[in-house]
C-alpha cells in the first residue's frame, strides 16, 4: 500500500469517524428534544384536563348506574363535563378519564373500546400521587401516553390520560437519520477524492527525491540536485537535507575519484621507477657474466648498489604507509621533545654536512605518543626540507596552551597556494620535484602519523620566501 493511500484512507477515516460522532450527536439530542417537547405538550395538556376535571366533579353530575351492578360505562366528554376544556379539546389529542381503579369514565364518544393501555407498575404510581409516562401500541400505532392523577383532600378520585401518536416524531428522526447517512457518505467519498489529489500534489516533492535518486544511482551523477521551491515545512527539510546529502556524496565521490587518479599515477610512476633500476640490475648481471676488467666491473657494483638502495627506499615507503594505513596500535607514553629533536637533528645533519640546520627549543617539554612515530614524523620534515631548499634550516619548539608546537622552516622557493593543498596527498609531487628524488609518499605519512598521535599537522608557504611545517602534539 503507497503512502499516498495510507494518507488518503487516514484522513477520510477520521473525517468518517468525526462525521459519525457528529451524527449520532445530533441523532440523539433531536431524538430527546422532540420527546421532552413532546412530553411538556402533553403534561400542558393533561393540566388543564386535571382542572377541567375538578371544576366537573360536583353533587350535580351522577353517572348512570350500571345495567347488571357491574362497572359503570364511560360517558361522552359532552355528558361528563359541561368546561370549555371538554369542548374543545385538541384534536391531535387523545384524551381519557379514569376512575381511582383505572377504569374508563368519560372518553370524547363514551366507547369502551376508548380505553388507552395503563400497566399496573403505572396504576400503582399514579394511585400514589405520582405522574406516569409509558409508550404503547394503539390501533398498530405508537403512542406516548401520560397519566396524572386528580387529587381531593390526599385522595386520588380522577386519573386523567393524555396521549399523542410518536408516528410524525419518528418519521421525522428516521428522515433526518437517512439523509445525514447519505450526505455523510457523499462527503466522505467526495473527501476521499480530494485527499487522494492533495496527497500526490503534497508528495509530489516526495516522489520528485525518489525519482532524482534513481536516475543519480543509475548515471552517478552526483552533480544533480532535487528542485524544491514550497515551503520549509517537513517535505521542504527533506529535500534541503537530500540536496546536502547528494553535496556530501559529491564531494566524497570527487575525492575517491582523485585518490583513485593518484593510485594509478603512483602505480604508474612506481612501475616506471622500479623499471629503471630493475633494468640497470639485470644489464649490469648480464655484463658482469662477460668478466669484464677491473674497472668496469667496480663502476657496475656502484651503479647495483646505488639501484638497490633506491628500490630499498621506495619498498621502505610502501611498507611504513601500509602500516600507518593499517591502523598499527600507538605506544602513549610520554616523549621528551627535546632530546627527540637533538637526536633528530644530529642524524639529519649528517645527510648533508654542507647544510646548516638551527635547533631552538624550549626546556622541559614533553608530549604523549609514540616516540618512533613522532621521530619518524620529524625525519620526514626535515628530508622534505633538506631536498626542496638550499639555504638554512630552522627547527622551533614551544608550548601553544596544552599543546607543543614543533616548526620546521625552510628559505627554499615556497608552494603556490593552488598546490599547497595537494601537498598532503598521497603520490602528489610538484612539476618542478621531478628531479628530486622520492615518491611523495612523506608527507602523506607524517599527516597519516600525526594524526594517529591526536595532532595536526599544516604548512605554511610563501612563494620565494620558504616553506614552515607545523606540528601541534598534546601534552
Not at 413532546?38 to 345495567?67: E, H, I, V
Not at 610512476?269 to 668478466?291: A, I, M
Request: glycine fraction near 6%; charged fraction near 25%; proline fraction near 5%.
Amino acid at each position: 500500500m503507497s503512502i499516498r493511500l495510507r494518507f488518503t484512507l487516514l484522513y477520510t477515516f477520521i473525517l468518517a469517524l468525526t462525521l459519525t460522532i457528529f451524527g449520532v450527536a445530533l441523532y440523539v439530542i433531536q431524538s430527546r428534544s422532540t420527546l421532552d417537547s413532546l412530553k411538556r405538550d402533553l403534561m400542558d395538556g393533561a393540566n388543564r384536563l386535571a382542572d377541567a376535571t375538578l371544576r366537573t366533579d360536583s353533587p350535580d353530575f351522577q353517572p348512570a348506574p350500571p345495567p347488571d351492578g357491574g362497572d359503570r360505562p364511560p360517558v361522552p366528554f359532552d355528558e361528563f363535563s359541561s368546561d370549555q376544556e371538554f369542548q374543545s379539546f385538541r384534536e391531535r389529542e387523545i384524551a381519557r378519564v379514569l376512575d381511582s381503579n383505572g377504569s374508563l369514565v368519560a372518553s370524547p364518544f363514551g366507547r369502551q373500546e376508548d380505553e388507552l393501555p395503563l400497566s399496573t407498575e403505572g396504576l400503582q404510581a399514579l394511585q400514589s400521587g405520582a405522574d406516569w409516562y409509558e409508550t404503547a401500541i394503539v390501533s398498530e400505532e405508537e403512542m406516548l401516553i401520560y397519566s396524572r392523577p386528580v387529587i381531593v383532600d390526599g385522595e386520588v378520585i380522577y386519573i386523567v390520560q393524555v396521549a399523542r401518536p410518536l408516528t410524525e416524531r419518528n418519521r421525522t428522526l428516521v428522515s433526518l437519520a437517512t439523509t445525514y447517512i447519505i450526505a455523510g457518505l457523499l462527503t466522505t467519498l467526495i473527501a476521499f477524492g480530494i485527499g487522494w489529489a492533495f496527497a500526490s500534489v503534497t508528495l509530489r516533492p516526495i516522489h520528485r527525491i525518489t525519482q532524482t535518486a534513481k536516475e543519480i544511482g543509475e548515471e552517478r551523477d552526483f552533480m544533480r540536485r532535487v528542485e524544491y521551491t514550497g515551503p520549509q515545512d517537513e517535505v521542504g527539510q527533506l529535500a534541503g537535507t537530500f540536496n546536502a546529502m547528494l553535496t556530501r556524496l559529491q564531494d566524497a565521490f570527487q575525492k575517491i575519484e582523485h585518490s583513485l587518479q593518484m593510485q594509478r599515477d603512483f602505480v604508474a610512476d612506481v612501475s616506471h621507477e622500479l623499471r629503471t633500476p630493475l633494468t640497470t640490475l639485470r644489464g649490469n648481471l648480464g655484463l658482469l657474466r662477460h668478466n669484464p676488467p677491473q674497472e668496469e666491473q667496480t663502476d657496475i657494483l656502484n651503479d647495483m648498489v646505488d639501484e638497490s638502495d633506491r628500490l630499498i627506499r621506495l619498498v621502505n615507503d610502501l611498507l611504513l604507509l601500509a602500516r600507518a594505513d593499517a591502523g598499527r596500535s600507538l605506544a602513549k607514553e610520554s616523549v621528551d621533545v627535546s632530546s627527540l629533536l637533538e637526536e633528530v637533528v644530529r642524524q639529519t645533519r649528517l645527510l648533508d654536512p654542507q647544510r646548516t640546520i638551527q635547533l631552538d627549543e624550549s626546556d622541559q617539554l614533553h608530549v604523549t605518543g609514540d616516540r618512533d612515530a613522532l621521530k619518524q614524523v620529524l625525519i620526514i620534515a626535515l628530508d622534505n626540507a633538506l631536498k626542496h631548499s638550499s639555504g638554512a634550516i630552522e627547527v622551533t619548539s614551544k608550548k601553544l596552551g596544552r599543546h607543543v608546537e614543533i616548526c620546521v622552516r625552510d628559505h627554499g622557493d615556497g608552494i603556490p597556494p593552488e598546490r599547497l593543498e595537494h601537498v598532503f596527498d598521497r603520490f602528489y609531487r610538484g612539476d618542478e620535484s621531478a628531479s628530486i628524488p622520492g615518491f611523495g609518499l612523506g608527507l602523506s605519512i607524517a599527516k597519516t602519523l600525526t594524526e594517529r598521535l591526536s595532532g595536526e599537522v599544516q604548512i605554511q608557504s610563501e612563494v620565494g620566501k620558504g616553506s614552515t611545517l607545523i606540528l601541534r602534539l598534546p601534552m
